[in-house]
C-alpha cells in the first residue's frame, strides 16, 4: 500500500526528495514514519509525522538537514534530504504507524513500503 520512490545517487551536498505514495489511504488518519538501514546495519529511525502533518519528530543529528511533510490530498508523505552525506547511504523506507502520530520504534508501525535505495558519493 506504500510505494516510496525517489531516491538515487547523489554527490555529496546535493538534495534529494523522497515520496511515499499511499495508494490505499492505509495512513490517511495515522501517523508516518521514515527509516533507513545501511548495508550491514539495524533499520533506523530518521523522521515522523502526525496524521495532519501538525506534528513532527526527527533524529537529532537530522534535524536541520532532513524536512518530512505530508499531502493529504495527494495521500503523499515526502522527505526532503539537503546537504547530504556519504553517511546518508541507505535504503528509505516509509511506513504507516498504528496510531495518529508517528513514533521512532519501528514496532509501532504496521505498514512498511519496498524501500528505495539513496546512495551519496563524496
Known amino acids: 500500500q506504500l510505494q516510496a520512490s525517489g531516491g538515487g545517487l547523489g554527490q555529496a551536498g546535493a538534495s534529494l526528495r523522497l515520496s511515499c505514495a499511499d495508494s490505499?489511504?492505509?495512513?490517511?488518519?495515522?501517523?508516518v514514519g521514515w527509516f533507513r538501514q545501511a548495508a550491514g546495519k539495524e533499520r533506523e529511525f530518521v523522521a515522523a509525522?502526525?496524521?495532519?502533518?501538525?506534528?513532527?519528530i526527527y533524529e537529532d543529528s537530522l534535524k536541520g538537514r532532513f524536512a518530512i511533510s505530508r499531502d493529504r490530498a495527494k495521500n503523499t508523505v515526502y522527505l526532503q534530504m539537503n546537504s547530504l552525506e556519504p553517511e546518508d547511504t541507505a535504503v528509505y523506507y516509509c511506513?504507516?504507524?498504528?496510531?495518529?502520530?508517528?513514533?521512532?520504534?519501528?514496532?509501532?508501525?504496521?505498514?512498511w513500503g519496498q524501500g528505495t535505495q539513496v546512495t551519496v558519493s563524496s
Open positions: 511506513a504507516a504507524a498504528r496510531r495518529a502520530y508517528g513514533s521512532r520504534q519501528t514496532g509501532d508501525y504496521n505498514y
Open positions: 490505499r489511504r492505509t495512513s490517511s488518519n495515522n501517523g
Open positions: 509525522i502526525s496524521w495532519n502533518g501538525g506534528s513532527t
